[in-house]
């Protein structure tokens, strides 16, 4: 299956700096990729659907500002957690629809956040 | 908001069981899918069944799917030690866009 590789995959970070994750299609081109954020024992929550060349669709309730994604090229998308703060610690997950189009969807090993 | 509801939450079995986890979702869907996830790792996709379909099988997975019901279910045979992992079922509507249900944990004991 196709391969979604996503960095780092733990980062701890100090409270007010700014944190980017990175995404990355590794052997078909993405021009859609999906950034989750997932609570322990919890599901995935949908943050933002991020498109090529284009802004990102945020879900209701997740500030764009907070959490800026750039999706650059059609392998590459990145999640930026500014001025993070404790509640921001999570994981973070980002999936891609593979280049043949069946519907699944391809995920990255997540990242763990940890702000202190 | 998530689309989905699964049950049980948590299902604790003995390895050669059978383990048997329901989703139910909302809203009319395109297909329905459902992943796997180790602990603190990304999903796996295992199989997916589109509305069209009753029943699909794959390996020692078989899923069901009954839109009149708007609930799916997905059944391991012969469970393994490492089969342990949560389990979510997500819906697609249209395009790519995936909403998980809740998920069910998965443990089976050797």
């Known amino acids: 299956g196709a391969v979604v590789s996503q960095h780092p995959s733990r980062v701890i970070c100090k409270s007010g700096t700014s944190v980017k994750i990175e995404c990355r299609s590794l052997?078909?081109?993405?021009?859609?990729m999906f950034w989750y954020r997932q609570f322990p024992k919890q599901s995935l929550m949908l943050m933002a659907t991020?498109?090529?060349?284009?802004?990102?669709?945020?879900e209701q309730g997740v500030e764009k500002d907070k959490f800026l994604i750039n999706h650059a090229s059609l392998t590459l998308s990145t999640l930026t957690v500014t001025s993070a703060h404790p509640e921001d610690s999570s994981f973070y997950i980002c999936?891609?629809?593979?280049?043949?189009?069946?519907?699944?969807?391809?995920f990255g090993e997540g990242s763990r956040l940890t702000v202190l | 908001s998530q689309q989905g509801e699964e049950d049980p939450q948590a299902l604790s079995i003995q390895e050669g069981e059978n383990a048997t986890m329901n989703c139910s979702y909302k809203?009319?869907?395109?297909?329905l899918q459902w992943y796997r996830q180790n602990s603190g790792r990304g999903l796996v996709h295992l199989i997916l069944?589109?509305?069209?379909?009753r029943e699909k099988h794959s390996g020692r997975l078989r899923v069901t799917l009954d839109t009149s019901k708007k609930s799916s279910s997905l059944l391991i045979t012969a469970s393994r030690a490492a089969d342990t992992a949560s389990y979510f079922c997500a819906t697609q509507t249209s395009g790519s866009r995936l909403t998980f249900g809740e998920g069910t944990q998965l443990t089976v004991n050797p």
């Open positions: 809203t009319s869907i395109n297909n």
């Open positions: 069944i589109r509305s069209n379909e």
């Open positions: 052997d078909f081109q993405a021009t859609t």
């Open positions: 991020s498109n090529e060349g284009s802004k990102a669709t945020y």
């Open positions: 999936s891609a629809a593979g280049g043949r189009n069946t519907g699944e969807l391809f």
